[in-house]
């Protein structure tokens, strides 16, 4: 008995300190799997921290280098059709005394500055409508009001400009037309130029204010001729030419004072360049004139036979290269570009 008691006080407090191993090794445990779990917990917030500030900065910078276009830029447009579904033909054309200049701004809203394109489709061609003018706003007041939406019914980018004769001397289409064509480029790089009257009103819209690559003359016929051309190898009233032909036959002379004379001075120089003119068919090149009487300042060239004798011999150094005159005022107004200069007078 002696010997058992200190034995047995032995193995009690021996229990006693298994137990308090096994408790002190299960904490431990515990401790360290809590603290891989946190850790664990922690890496994953910060990694998705990290991912989200990732991304974050990743859209700031796309947004800190994208310019302006980027931002802002609609998808590009497809080529308008070859031939415009919003075509009509023949239309019957109207001249209302009563129409007024503001009747036809509201009714061409799309057009800025004289200035209008196809809002749904990229027009095939840019065109310059040049149109000479001194004292003959009724004319042009019925020409843009039938112009405008006629163009437009063709798809084309396009801007009028007027040009107007300052002063009061003799009148002279030809130069106020090389004006116009200098003038035009200063504001785009026009690929076709549609040399216009003002008293001439397009019919049909078949008949495409458009650029070939062959001059080409759109009055085959009007009204007051019976819808006829008006003689073999006539190239006035509405012409079209593409910047290159009319740089390559140096514009129309700047010689031809009052009327007559300068659109056959044209085409001597357009057969000088081995080119030939073309028409559209006569039933759609078919023009209504607005009646008026010969204008002061604007009386029959006299001299215009004797000029036409001259062109094949002048042709190089009278034209584009040597049309001087001085700007007085470009107005940008809503339906067209008005440009009125000083043109000098005729030389004795």
């Known amino acids: 008995m002696g010997f058992c008691l200190p034995v047995c006080k032995i193995l009690r407090r021996g229990k006693y300190f298994v137990l308090l191993f096994l408790s002190l090794s299960l904490l431990a445990w515990i401790a360290t799997f809590s603290g891989e779990t946190v850790k664990s917990i922690q890496l994953s917030s910060a990694t998705t921290q990290s991912l989200i500030r990732a991304d974050s900065l990743t859209d700031k910078f796309k947004s800190w280098t994208a310019t302006p276009e980027d931002l802002n830029t609609p998808p590009p447009k497809h080529e308008c059709p070859q031939e415009s579904p919003l075509l009509k033909g023949a239309v019957k054309l109207s001249f209302e005394s009563s129409l007024k200049l503001k009747d036809v701004e509201t009714e061409n809203k799309g057009v800025t500055e004289g200035e209008c394109e196809p809002v749904d489709c990229k027009a095939r061609q840019s065109v310059a409508i040049l149109i000479?003018?001194?004292?003959?706003?009724?004319?042009?007041?019925?020409?843009?009001?039938?112009?405008?939406?006629?163009?437009?019914?063709?798809?084309?980018?396009?801007?009028?400009?007027?040009?107007?004769?300052?002063?009061?001397?003799?009148?002279?289409?030809?130069k106020l037309l090389n004006v116009g064509y200098l003038e035009a480029l200063k504001d785009f790089s026009w690929e076709c130029f549609i040399f216009h009257d003002v008293d001439l009103v397009p019919e049909n819209d078949h008949n495409l204010y458009v650029c070939d690559n062959q001059p080409k003359h759109l009055v085959v016929g009007r009204n007051v001729t019976g819808y006829k051309l008006?003689?073999?190898?006539?190239?006035?009233?509405?012409?079209?030419?593409?910047?290159?032909?009319?740089?390559?036959?140096?514009?129309?002379?700047?010689?031809?004072?009052?009327?007559?004379?300068?659109?056959?001075?044209l085409?001597?120089?357009?057969?000088?360049?081995?080119?030939?003119?073309?028409?559209?068919?006569?039933?759609?090149?078919?023009?209504?004139?607005?009646?008026?009487?010969?204008?002061?300042?604007?009386?029959?060239?006299?001299?215009?036979?004797?000029?036409?004798?001259?062109?094949?011999?002048?042709?190089?150094?009278?034209?584009?290269?040597?049309?001087?005159?001085?700007?007085?005022s470009v107005e940008r107004l809503p339906l067209y570009v008005n440009v009125t200069v000083d043109i000098g007078k005729p030389q004795s």
């Open 267 to 328: 085409r001597i120089r357009v057969e000088i360049q081995k080119m030939k003119i073309v028409r559209p068919p006569a039933d759609v090149a078919r023009y209504t004139m607005v009646f008026h009487k010969r204008d002061s300042g604007n009386e029959i060239n006299k001299d215009r036979m004797r000029l036409l004798g001259r062109t094949p011999q002048v042709w190089r150094k009278d034209g584009l290269n040597s049309c001087s005159y001085k700007t007085l």
């Open 132 to 174: 000479p003018h001194r004292n003959r706003e009724r004319h042009l007041l019925y020409l843009l009001h039938h112009l405008h939406p006629f163009l437009q019914r063709q798809q084309l980018h396009y801007a009028i400009y007027v040009i107007q004769q300052a002063g009061d001397v003799t009148f002279n289409r030809a």
């Open 230 to 265: 008006r003689y073999k190898g006539y190239f006035g009233g509405v012409t079209a030419m593409t910047k290159n032909q009319f740089l390559q036959v140096n514009g129309f002379s700047n010689t031809y004072w009052g009327w007559g004379g300068e659109d056959d001075d």
